[in-house]
């Protein structure tokens, strides 16, 4: 499946920020997908996945109760809402996808077989 993020930009503290990943070339329902994100010198981190069906979700504790994921499969596409944001969530947003069966969710960069190019938020005022 091949991925493109779109929607970062520049964001003050405590704004919201919606970025998005569309797919294509597959069966968008037949992977779990994850997001990840790279602040400036730092390596890259996990933030969220979410199921094939959309039913289990996890995130990270830095962004547990703040961000949500979410997807539509009718659409081939999973989103990352962002609340409350922080200047510490400024980074290159990636979305990634791994085919699985279903109920499968994964934590781990070495799990992803896809990615997308990244997004860019920055949360400054």
């Known amino acids: 499946v091949q991925l493109q993020a779109s929607g970062g930009g520049l964001v003050q503290p405590g704004g919201s920020l919606r970025v998005s990943c569309a797919a294509s070339?597959?069966?968008?329902?037949?992977?779990?997908l994850g997001w990840f994100r790279q602040a400036p010198g730092q390596e890259r981190e996990f933030v969220a996945t979410i199921s094939r069906a959309g039913k289990r979700t996890y995130y990270a504790n830095s962004v547990k109760g703040r961000f949500t994921i979410s997807r539509d499969n009718a659409k081939n596409t999973v989103y990352l809402q962002m609340n409350s944001l922080r200047p510490e969530d400024t980074a290159v947003y990636y979305c990634?996808?791994?085919?699985?069966?279903?109920?499968?969710?994964?934590?781990?960069?070495?799990?992803?077989?896809?990615w997308g190019q990244g997004t860019l938020v920055t949360v400054s005022s």
């Open positions: 070339r597959g069966t968008f329902s037949d992977y779990v």
């Open positions: 990634a996808a791994r085919f699985a069966n279903t109920g499968y969710i994964f934590l781990r960069q070495d799990d992803y077989i896809d």
